[in-house]
């Protein structure tokens, strides 16, 4: 039995002989996929764990950095990125049930660093908002001093920034967002966000929580390094430090296994043996529910309150995706039938194992959900460039995008390093595909400003940037 009371083996390689209803995926089957689509993707560790029909199975395989014999263990933690919003967005629904907070009151009446916004927008931004991202806030703040880890700070110098869009009108995804949701949660309970959810959530999951930026927990798992996978014939995985500013732990904050995310999907399942008294079905509803305003283009094929709507042959699925340096992390859940698919490695091709995962379990007759870039029926545009370079900007977030030196298609660059080629279509979508790191591509569109027919947003990945520049 697992420490969550679902039966699976542990270990690396985990073999059984056990057969979900539905499907004929056996633990040795899915232990040597795992093992096969890490060789591939050059994935140096990973957990897979599927839980179905009350059935759980866990397998694991690699290690936790490369060159080293730390074998990675159903324990083992991996940074989670994004998948933290998940948990943070829970934890945010358990004061919303608890009669605390409520979804559509501006959070400005739980927050005096709004009181003096320089943009009069953010006095309407409510907790559905932030969780949504139709908050209209940008996307990836940061502060001068990446140690600094006070939420307050944090927020009091978001309100120093101009907001990107009205609230509720459109998606852009925003770790800012996040970040204060986490401010909101430690301005409800007096205590830091990390003690919020280690003691309304984690624990009482049966989950040893890690924070990557520190916490009472730090340092009782063993946290896997993340690796990057440089683009080529041999893709070679390298060690790469994990960063993230201590000021985001809401955003990307946690560490955790793919038995930890299971447990997760089990609360909002309904499944889990005290998930009526940590999260009553009416909220675990709320968050499910389809956002109308959310067209989480790129990323998602919906968006409800800190949960991700997937599209599948089975009908939608609902998740979150994460990625960290070197790392990716997945969860998805069927309501309907109550199964769940979570996936952790420690590379950047992890994005791409996942893909090949999702397709495999597919064919063994678990229909996982899951977004793939749109594929335009236009054609690809060769000419007429300079309609669309420029530089584009959400908040500290700029990317450039420029012409190939021999003319033929467009290429975007940021300030991180990130360099793509892009393929434009007619209809003005794209896709972009990563050519200093090896990941899956991204899906991103131009949008056109009704008044004068000129290219005023680029859309990436989910985000919203604002065209600053022309070309």
């Known amino acids: ?133 139709t908050a209209g806030l940008i996307a990836d703040h940061e502060l001068d001093d990446a140690r600094e880890s006070s939420l307050a700070r944090y927020t009091a110098n978001v309100a120093t920034t101009s907001a990107l869009d009205e609230p509720g009108r459109r998606f852009s995804y925003s770790n800012s967002g996040y970040n204060i949701v986490g401010r909101v949660i430690e301005t409800a309970c007096d205590m830091k966000w990390q003690a919020v959810v280690e003691n309304s959530l984690l624990r009482p999951l049966g989950i040893d929580p890690v924070f990557l930026n520190g916490g009472s927990a730090e340092g009782l798992r ?52 005290d998930a009526d008294t940590l999260l009553p079905a009416a909220d675990r509803a709320e968050m499910a529910a389809l956002d109308p305003y959310a067209d989480a283009f790129g990323m998602a094929d919906g968006w409800g309150l800190g949960l991700a709507h997937y599209a ?46 999702v397709d495999t379990l597919r064919e063994h007759g678990i229909p996982v959900g899951d977004h793939r870039p749109t594929v335009s029926a236009t054609p690809v545009v060769t000419t007429g460039f300079d309609r669309f370079t420029g530089d584009y900007g959400n908040g500290d977030t700029r990317f450039a995008i420029r012409t190939r030196p021999d003319g033929t298609a467009l290429y975007l660059t940021d300030t991180t390093g990130l360099t793509a080629d892009l393929t434009l279509h007619g209809d003005l979508i794209f896709i972009a595909r990563r050519t200093d790191t090896d990941t899956a591509p991204y899906t991103g ?27």
């Open 312 to 357: 599948s042959p089975d009908g939608p699925w609902l998740g979150h995706d994460g990625t960290a340096d070197g790392g990716t992390a997945h969860l998805r859940f069927h309501p309907r039938t109550g199964t769940a698919v979570a996936l952790t490695t420690n590379a950047t091709t992890g994005s791409l194992l996942w893909a090949d995962l």
């Open 222 to 273: 063993t946290l896997a390094d993340g690796h990057a996978v440089r683009p080529g014939r041999e893709r070679t995985a390298h060690p790469v430090g994990q960063y993230v500013p201590a000021g985001w732990a809401p955003a990307s904050g946690l560490a955790g296994s793919a038995d930890d995310l299971v447990v997760l999907a089990a609360l909002h399942l309904g499944t889990h043996p």
């Open 445 to 471: 569109r131009f949008v056109i400003g009704p008044a004068t027919g000129d290219v005023v947003l680029m859309q990436l990945g989910g985000r919203s940037a604002r065209r600053t520049l022309i070309v």
């Open 1 to 133: 039995m697992s420490r969550y009371g679902y039966p699976h083996p542990q270990g690396t390689g985990s073999r059984t002989t056990d057969t979900y209803q539905g499907g004929d995926v056996e633990a040795t089957l899915a232990a040597d996929l795992l093992h096969g689509l890490a060789h591939d993707h050059s994935v140096p560790g990973a957990q897979l764990t599927l839980h179905q029909s009350g059935e759980s199975l866990s397998v694991t395989t690699g290690v936790t950095r490369v060159g080293t014999l730390r074998t990675v263990t159903a324990d083992t933690a991996f940074a989670l990125g994004s998948v933290t919003k998940a948990f943070t967005a829970t934890v945010i629904t358990q004061l919303v049930a608890r009669g605390d907070l409520e979804w559509d009151e501006p959070v400005a009446e739980y927050l005096a660093e709004f009181d003096g916004a320089v943009d009069e927008k953010m006095s309407a931004i409510t907790l559905r908002h932030l969780l949504a991202h």
